[in-house]
């Protein structure tokens, strides 16, 4: 049973920092790309930042510069380092992974990340 579980949302002022956690469970966690993304009330889901096995990166130009995504493959654990959080940043925040041969994605529960003073 593949169990991906979020952790690290929270309240946090505009301006200030957060660091969420994936942890992967029933998957061959090294070979799977890992991403974040995120769902805002009304709006759709939107990749927020991805890691490829190899270790590449990629993320959404409304975050460059402000967030980190990285993994530690002996922990089974994805990160997502938000600095310079802004309020439009606020959403559900969703773990991702995703293998290419065969296909196959799985997703979290979401855990939430509200921006505001």
């Known amino acids: 049973q593949v169990q991906l579980v979020e952790s690290g949302g929270g309240l946090v002022p505009p301006g200030g920092s957060l660091r969420l956690s994936c942890a992967a469970s029933g998957i061959i966690f090294s070979r799977y790309s890992m991403g974040w993304y995120r769902q805002a009330p009304g709006k759709q889901r939107e990749l927020v930042a991805r890691?490829?096995?190899?270790?590449?990166?990629n993320y959404a130009d409304s975050v460059k510069g402000r967030f980190t995504i990285s993994r530690d493959n002996a922990k089974n654990t994805v990160y997502l380092q938000m600095d310079s959080l802004k309020p439009e940043d606020t959403a559900v925040y969703y773990c991702?992974?995703?293998?290419?041969?065969?296909?196959?994605?799985?997703w979290g529960q979401g855990t939430q990340v509200t921006v505001s003073s």
């Open positions: 991702n992974a995703e293998f290419l041969g065969p296909f196959s994605r799985y």
């Open positions: 890691i490829t096995s190899g270790g590449s990166t």
